[in-house]
C-alpha cells in the first residue's frame, strides 16, 4: 500500500506557506503548523490526568508544582521523536512496529493498546456526563449527544475541519487559569515551589508523585502525534514547524496542567477538602472561591473530556487500521476506508453506552485502565527508542548523542515509575497500604 497520504494534496506545505506569506512573518508559519501537538499533548490533561492533578494541589497544596517542570521536559522530548518519525517514514507506529519488530511482540502491544485505550474512552464519557450534571444536564442526554456530535465530526469531515475543531476545544483549557485567578493564591509561594524542589518521605506523597509522572506521558498521546503527523502530509524539510508546534503545545497543556494544582491548592488545601474525581474537584470550590471559579472548572473538564473522547478512539483507530493494513484517514469516506470509519464507529458507541451503566464503578475502572497503560507505556517508549535510532530508518533524524541520553534516562525513569505504580495499585486492591 503507498504510504503518500492523499490529504496532503489538500493543504499548502509548510515550506509554500512561508515563501507565499513573507509579508506576514514567520509567525504566520508556526501558527499554521498547530495541530498534532498541542491536541496531543491537551488530551492528556483528560478526566483522569485532571483528577490527578486536582487531588495533588488538594492534598499538598503547592508542592507538586516542580514535578510540572519535569514533566514538560519528558513529556516534550517523547512527544517530538513521535513527530519525528512520522515525519521522516511517513508511517504510523503500528506500521513501524509491524515492520520492525516480530510479530508475537507486534500482537501484544497492539491488544494491550486495544484494551487500555478503550478503558480510558469509557471513562471520558463518565466524565462528559459529570461535567454536564454540573450544569443540569442529565448524564443520559449528554452523553449519547455528545457521542453523536463526535461521530459526526470525524466521520463527515475532512483532516483540516478535524483538526481546526480540536484546536477550538483547546482553548477550553483557559478555563482553569480563570479558575486559579478566582482562587486567590499566594502568587510569591507558587514561584517559589516551581523553583524549589521538596521531595517528602509520607508514602501517600510518593505515590502521588509517581501517579503524576507515569501517567501524564500515556501511550495514546504518542500514538494520535504521529498519526496525526502523517496525516497531515508534513514532511522533512518542514519539520522545524512542527517541531517548534510540539513544544509550544506541550508547554500550554502542562502549564494548564500547573494552573489545575494552583485552583485547588489555593483553595481546597487550606481546608483539607480531599478530591477522587474531576467533578468532585469542581464541586468543592462553589463555596469557597465562587460559582464562577466552579463553572470555569467544570467547563474546562466538559472540554478537556470531549477533546480526549476524540481523539482517543481516533487515535485506537489509526492504530488498529495501521496493524491490519487498512486504509485509514479522517478524510477517506466509508466506501474507501469501511475499517477505519466502523471501527471508529464502535469504540465511539460502545464507549459512550457502557459509560451510562448504572452505578458504574469509575475508580475501580480507573484504577484497571491506569495498571493496563503503566504496562504498556513502558513498552512503548523503548519501541520509540529503538526506532528513532535506526540508521536505516531515520537517516540523518536519527537522535543526537545527548538527546538520545536525555530521552534513555526519561524512558528508563517514567518506566519504572509506570510499573512502581501498578505494584502500588495492585498491593491497594488487597488492602495492603505502602509504608503500612
Known sequence: MANVNPISEQFETAAELAHGHKKR?????????????????????????????????ASYGYDFLWVMVVILFSLGVVQEMCARLGT???????????????LRMTVFILFALLIANFGVIVTEFVG????????????????????????????????????????????????????????????????????TPQIKEDPAWLTLLIALIGTTITPYMQLYVQSAVVEKGVKPSEYSFTRFEVWAG?????????????????TLFPIGQAVETAADAAQALAPIAGQYASQLFAIGLLGACLLAGGVLPLSTTYVMSEALGFERGVSFSWREAPVFQGMFTVLL?????????????????????????????????????????????????????????????????????SLTLIVLTVLDWFGIKLGG
Open 349 to 417: 458507541g460502545l464507549g459512550a453506552a457502557l459509560a451510562l451503566i448504572p452505578n458504574l464503578p469509575v475508580i475501580q475502572v480507573l484504577l484497571g485502565v491506569q495498571v493496563l497503560q503503566g504496562l504498556v507505556l513502558p513498552i512503548e517508549l523503548f519501541a520509540i527508542l529503538t526506532l528513532i535510532n535506526n540508521v536505516e530508518l531515520m537517516g540523518k533524524y536519527v537522535n543526537r548523542r545527548a538527546y538520545n541520553l536525555a530521552a534513555w534516562t526519561i524512558a528508563i525513569v517514567v518506566s519504572l515509575l
Open 25 to 57: 512573518g514567520k509567525i504566520w508559519v508556526y501558527l499554521m503548523a498547530m495541530g498534532p501537538g498541542l491536541i496531543a499533548a491537551n488530551a492528556g490533561n483528560d478526566a483522569g490526568g485532571i483528577a490527578t492533578y486536582a487531588s495533588a494541589g
Open 88 to 102: 521522516v517514514t511517513g508511517k504510523g507506529f503500528s506500521d513501524l512496529v509491524r515492520e520492525n519488530f516480530s
Open 250 to 266: 506541550t508547554f500550554f497543556a502542562v502549564a494548564i496542567s500547573g494552573f489545575i494544582i494552583i485552583a485547588t491548592a489555593a
Open 128 to 195: 462528559i456526563g459529570a461535567a454536564a450534571e454540573l450544569f443540569g444536564v442529565s448524564r443520559y442526554i449528554a452523553v449519547p449527544v455528545s457521542a453523536v456530535l463526535l461521530w459526526v465530526l470525524i466521520t463527515r469531515g475532512s483532516y483540516s475541519r478535524v483538526e481546526k475543531i480540536f484546536l477550538v476545544l483547546t482553548l477550553v483549557f483557559l478555563s482553569y487559569i480563570g479558575s486559579a485567578i478566582l482562587g486567590k493564591p499566594d502568587w510569591h509561594e507558587v514561584v517559589g515551589q516551581i523553583v
